[in-house]
């Protein structure tokens, strides 16, 4: 290293991309909101043995209409990999938020992450951008995972919204049974 190289401006690491506005979410106890707008279809009928077969919690998917995926609860990530997402609320839900089927394989390309591990979210608050077309150029479902990782720990994690009904960003679409 030279005298001079030292006073040289070290290069910055890239800003962090501008998370769109939040949502309004239909927060309550015990309560998950729709991450994503979109169809909502029962867990057992997501096009993956391992989700359909309820082995990562119960829940349900949603086929997006949208990009941006928001917050199902409020609470602190424990877990961000690209396509997913994890957070644990006050009240110890373990909410894991898992964008399309076998999109690990794409290894992050097509999403844009708005927040990192230890975190504080609202509910409604983005959290991740998915790029459909990726998706779809990649040859994976695009279907959007919400499920309670930590279902054994309650006695049901009931299915509220109508399935094949359209729900905003931020509805009420499932309900935890202690």
């Excluded at 239909?26 to 993956?48: H, Q, S």
């Excluded at 949208?66 to 909410?95: C, K, L, N, Q, R």
């Excluded at 309670?148 to 994690?157: C, G, I, L, R």
């Amino acid at each position: 290293m030279g005298l001079f190289d030292m006073f040289k401006k070290k290069p910055e690491a890239p800003a962090a991309p501008a998370a769109p506005a939040a949502v309004s979410a239909e927060e309550a106890a015990d309560v998950l909101c729709a991450p994503v707008v979109g169809r909502v279809i029962k867990m057992t009928d997501v096009p993956d043995p391992v989700f359909a077969g309820e082995v990562v919690g119960k829940g349900c998917a949603i086929w997006p209409d949208e990009e941006i995926v928001y917050a199902p609860i409020s609470g602190t990530v424990t877990v961000t990999m690209g396509h997913a997402i994890g957070i644990t609320g006050a009240d110890g839900i373990e909410a894991l938020v898992h964008i399309g089927v076998d999109t690990v394989d794409m290894n992050g390309k097509g999403f844009t992450g708005y927040v990192k591990q230890g975190d504080t979210v609202k509910a409604g608050q983005p959290v991740i951008k998915m790029t459909k077309a990726d998706i779809a150029e990649a040859g994976h479902p695009d279907c959007v995972v919400l499920a309670v990782s930590n279902t054994a720990e309650f006695a049901d994690v009931q299915l509220t919204a109508e399935p094949e009904s359209t729900v905003s960003a931020g509805a009420a679409v499932v309900k935890v049974v202690r």
